[in-house]
């Protein structure tokens, strides 16, 4: 049994009520007398009367038999309030009259059928008021199963069947599938309770149902807090995202409410139409991540973009387990002397993927910041690291500092630093020859408890070098105060340094803080000799990049050791 059933075998159980209005009494007695083996039958004697009762209890009334001649209020007024109330409109009413006329003036007012009076045939009279019922409570119950509860919507089934409706009777034109959802609905819920959050869902869905119905479109509820909206073709839908926020600025009060909207234009007929609303709601959650933008078009590179994070999200454990990740060795060189001389080395992931080949961190480090997953990978470079040192100590009796890039996110892990206490001690190797590269935005974006965490690093012995600096906007006050060993200049300026005058400046500004500072300064992404000798003129200490050297599998950054170990610094 379908639910349509269900609800139609459940209802036919009940005793119906029907209200009779007449102002005489002898008319009501009668048709009391008619109805009541079948229904429950209460009256009123005047117009007023029969509104309140509807008002009072409008689901409980199932017809209204409506005498039209009346004193005070008449049936036509009766009919006419009914109407222009949204909950008594669905209360079929048959009318009471002996009029022709009227008959056709009641059917235009929104009757369901009339009864001629006087009332000499009673079983005209039951079958009528019969059928009506049955009729009203039919598309109630098809309203019901087509609809969501809450906000009245169609659901999405019947959204989506209805969208193919429309393309059907309106062949070739254009439509854009759009997806509304509410920023942090939970919390929404969760702050301000669910009556609150029930009651934003309806005045959303109120808003966007008369939008669509304006736009000549459509409007569905996808599920908790999102609506769907089959529209025609327009460039731009933001007026109507605009209109949304406002009825929900209405409902917020001096909480704010965001909205996101998703577009995916010019839906292509051929895919389904859960499909269009899928890309609609790509678009939607892309926006997710941002807090200021609220609007976003359907892209397809975009969503192959996602796709792919995902694909990288997906294999991450697989590839740590198949050591798919290799670390290789971009060699620094200090220029103090004389002749430049191998110090150190920075460690750079990379990853061998069995499909795709060698992929750059460039490609999946951000991600895995995002989701965490950094310090799953960043452990495993680590220990790598800490074992290869190790192995070289052993091999070449030469200690080879080697710097780690470390994420905010690892910083922050509980038991990063005893991490990295055991990591050392396991590998026989003192803290100082791991050096910690940290982004000078890890610490200005929170600064006060990574300042602390990276002050316990360095209590124990590790070196800290700011990576990327004079890109995370530090003030020279905060400088002072951070716990550092060493600047490593951001690459951007390092590039252009011997065409813009602007670049040099900024490079010898920051030379000269870190000389107040009193810490060495690294360049990286150095390319040729001209820049290496500027910086080289300039007091620049220690240089890394392309002009000595790319980023060396271990094998050949072995051999450089080997060769260059007995001229370290
Ligand atoms: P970064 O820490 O600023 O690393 C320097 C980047 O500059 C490296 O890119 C390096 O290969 C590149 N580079 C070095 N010399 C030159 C040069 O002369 N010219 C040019 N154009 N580039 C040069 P890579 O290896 O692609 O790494 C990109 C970023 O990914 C790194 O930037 C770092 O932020 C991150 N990263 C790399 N490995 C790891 C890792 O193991 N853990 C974490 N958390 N981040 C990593
Ligand atoms: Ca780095
Ligand atoms: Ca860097």
């Known amino acids: 049994m379908n639910e349509q059933q269900n609800i139609k075998e459940g209802i036919h159980k009940l005793k119906r009520t029907v209200l009779v209005v007449d102002d005489e009494l002898i008319n009501r007695e009668l048709l009391g007398m008619i109805l009541q083996q079948k229904y429950d039958v209460i009256y009123a004697e005047n117009g007023r009367k029969a509104i309140d009762i509807v008002r009072r209890i409008p689901g409980r009334i199932s017809l209204v038999l409506l005498d039209l001649l009346m004193p005070e209020v008449n049936g036509y007024e009766v009919l006419k309030a009914m109407q222009a109330d949204p909950k008594l409109r669905k209360i079929p009413i048959i009318v009471l009259t002996s009029e022709k006329d009227a008959e056709v003036e009641s059917l235009q007012l929104g009757a369901a059928d009339f009864i001629p009076k006087p009332y000499n045939m009673p079983e005209v009279i039951m079958a009528r008021v019969q059928r009506s019922i049955e009729l009203a409570e039919d598309s109630d119950i098809i309203l019901a199963t087509e609809t969501d509860r809450l906000t009245g919507l169609y659901n999405k089934d019947f959204f989506f069947q209805y969208c193919s409706k429309n393309d059907v009777y309106m062949p070739g034109r254009a439509m854009d599938a759009i997806a509304v959802n509410v920023s942090r609905f939970h919390l929404v819920n969760e702050l301000k309770g669910r009556s609150f959050g029930d009651k934003l869902l309806c005045a959303l869905a109120d808003e966007i149902k008369y939008f669509a119905f304006q ?224 982004t000078e935005s890890a610490y200005t974006e929170s600064s006060d408890r990574i300042i602390e965490i990276a002050n316990s690093l360095r209590s124990r012995g590790f070196k800290l070098e700011m990576d990327d600096f004079g890109s995370g906007y530090s003030s020279l006050n905060m400088l002072a105060a951070l716990p550092i060993d060493a600047l490593k200049l951001d690459m951007k300026f390092v590039r252009r340094i011997c065409e813009n005058a602007k670049d040099l400046r900024m490079v010898q500004l920051m030379i000269e803080i870190a000389s107040f500072l009193n810490v060495p300064v690294i360049a990286e992404g150095v390319e040729t000799e001209e820049q290496y000798r500027l910086l080289k003129e300039n007091g620049c200490d220690i240089i890394q990049g392309y002009y000595f050297s790319k980023p060396l599998p271990v094998d050949q950054f072995s051999e450089m050791i080997e060769k260059e170990g007995r001229k370290r610094c």
């Open 215 to 438: 736009s000549e479109g459509l409007a569905g509820r996808g599920g908790s807090d999102l609506f769907f909206v089959y529209l025609p073709h327009c460039d731009s839908h933001e007026d109507f995202l605009e209109s949304i926020s406002d009825a929900a600025a209405e409902i917020a009060g001096e909480g704010k409410i965001n909205l996101r909207m998703g577009v995916y234009q010019n839906v292509d007929f051929s895919v389904s139409m859960e499909e269009r609303f899928d890309k609609a709601n790509i678009a939607c959650n892309l926006l997710r991540k941002s807090a200021s933008e609220h609007y976003a078009i359907y892209d397809s590179n975009l969503h192959e973009k996602e796709l792919f994070a995902e694909k990288l999200i997906h294999e991450v454990e697989a590839a740590l387990a198949e050591k798919q990740f290799k670390v290789v060795y971009q060699p620094k060189f200090n220029i103090k002397g004389d002749e430049p001389r191998l110090c150190s080395a920075e460690a750079l992931v990379r990853w061998n993927h069995p499909e795709l080949g060698m992929i750059s961190p460039g490609l999946f480090i951000p991600l895995f910041e995002e989701n965490g997953l950094i310090n799953r990978l960043d452990n495993y470079i680590w220990r790598e690291v800490a074992r290869q040192i190790k192995s070289w100590k052993v091999a070449f009796g030469v200690t080879v500092p080697v710097s780690v890039n470390v994420s905010r996110i690892d910083l922050l892990a509980p038991d990063y630093e005893q991490n990295m206490v055991d990591l050392v001690r396991d590998n026989s190797l003192q803290t100082g020859d791991m050096l910690l590269e940290i």
